[in-house]
């Protein structure tokens, strides 16, 4: 009744249905948050999330109420003949929503779906949703600028378990989502103040350049050579470097620690001791 009384008054204007969707969609999720955390999706994120454990009670809340709203407000669907299961909601939502601590943001407000796979899948082999340009390509996982992650339900757990090697499927797919809700994959995300974007840029672009010509070279670097396939890949896997590879990242490249340090508002080197 209130939220009716609220758009009347409002007059029915655009502003007026944008702020009575906003408004309901806050009373969804302060009712949402009112109920305990379910003891079952604890014991999922100490088994499957090895830094949950370490990660202060303040964000292990934060962690918390994140997963809870986005697995009511996004849609997930099993594919290949995978049965979901609370645990690989939980896993892939934990493993999303540490992307989000501290920072004052929505959950991902361009996603709708999120796809799993048993494991390895083809790409473009789905016709139910519009998918992006030809590619039949074996993937472990995908982000779609237009509301869509896909993921590999087998890559998903091994990232999580395994959450010292740099390699997390689901974090990598999910720094895409954040780089693309300017509407560009560019590997510039949407930064606080505008005047952080130049030193990003610099930053950026000159590790960008460091690791293409490493690769070129063959020689080792502490985030995955795939890195250097374009500016949108490097965001992706700094950001699986950042939370996987602290230690190294900030002893090798400082300068893209700070930043990405300075974009997530959080130190993953406390977690990792």
């Known amino acids: 009744m209130k939220l009716l009384l609220f758009f009347i008054i409002a007059g029915g204007t655009v502003w007026g249905i944008k702020a ?141 378990v395994n959450f010292r090697d740099g390699h997390n499927v689901t974090m990598h797919e999910f720094a895409h989502q954040l780089d693309q809700e300017d509407g560009r994959g560019d590997g510039a995300p949407i930064l606080e103040i505008r005047s952080a974007y130049s030193t990003w840029s610099q930053v950026f672009s000159k590790e960008y350049e ?13 985030m995955d050579e795939y890195g250097a396939t374009d500016a949108a890949e490097f965001f992706a896997v700094a950001t699986e470097t950042f939370f996987e590879k602290p230690v190294q990242l900030k002893k090798k490249h400082p300068e893209l620690y700070h930043e990405l340090q300075g974009f997530y508002k959080v130190n993953p080197l406390e977690w990792h001791s």
């Open 20 to 160: 009575f969707f906003a408004l309901r969609k806050l009373q969804k999720r302060q009712l949402l948050l009112s109920t305990p955390f379910p003891q079952k999706w604890s014991a999922i994120l100490h088994n499957n999330l090895p830094p949950y454990q370490n990660i202060p009670p303040r964000l292990q809340q934060q962690l918390q109420d994140y997963i809870r709203i986005f697995i009511s407000e996004k849609s997930f669907e099993g594919c290949g003949g995978l049965i979901l299961t609370d645990e690989i909601k939980v896993t892939i939502s934990a493993q999303a929503c540490m992307l989000l601590l501290n920072r004052r943001c929505d959950c991902y407000p361009k996603l709708y779906s999120v796809l799993v796979y048993p494991s390895t899948y083809v790409a473009g082999s789905r016709s139910r949703l519009a998918l992006p340009p030809s590619d039949t390509s074996v993937r472990l996982g995908e982000s779609w600028n237009h509301g869509a992650v896909v993921l590999a339900w087998d890559s998903v757990k091994q990232g999580a």
């Open 210 to 222: 460091l690791l293409q010509y490493k690769t070129s070279k063959g020689k080792k670097s502490v």
